[in-house]
């Protein structure tokens, strides 16, 4: 088991030689900010959310909002870890993430699914038809199952 803090650690090395997944996920963020401008709330869904090391940007961003920040509600989708204790890395996003948005008064909502992607039901998603929805899975598409491949081929 690898401490989040070397994990960090090792992400702000890699990003400061690769700039390229900074780059992404700068678009990205500036993409979720423009669609949602006037929005009073907002939920993503990060297949693969890992540490969340996406998300702090945008909702510092979206604390600046004129009109105030909207509410955030992330369901974060990462594949269970062994042991005792399976949903505990997802889990600890969502604690920091919520730590992250207290400090920016930022409203926020997480819920956490660890489990293998392809069996996430659509009623664990906690969709709202009426609030913007931000599906992620940057760098990690290919976990997704392949729904053109048959188990049996």
């Known amino acids: ?4 803090s ?6 702000r090395v890699y990003v400061a030689a690769v700039p390229f997944k900074i780059m992404s996920y700068y678009t990205t963020n500036k993409t979720i900010a423009s669609l949602v401008e006037e929005a009073p709330s907002i939920h993503i869904i990060d297949f693969g959310i890992f540490y969340g090391l996406q998300w702090p940007c945008i909702i510092q961003n979206l604390s600046r909002r004129p009109n105030g920040p909207p509410r955030i509600r992330i369901t974060g989708i990462d594949f269970p870890q062994p042991g005792f204790r399976p949903a505990e890395r997802v889990e600890e996003t969502g604690r920091c993430l919520a730590k992250y948005c207290e ?4 409203p926020f909502e997480y819920y956490p699914i660890a489990k293998k992607w392809e069996s996430v039901q659509l009623e664990e998603l906690k969709i709202d038809r009426n609030e913007p929805l931000v599906v992620n899975c940057l760098y990690r598409s290919h976990n997704l199952f392949d729904e053109s491949i048959e188990e049996n081929s």
Do not use: F, G, S, W
């Open 6 to 11: 070397e994990i960090l650690k090792a992400n």
């Open 1 to 4: 088991h690898i401490p989040p």
């Open 103 to 106: 400090r920016y008064n930022v």
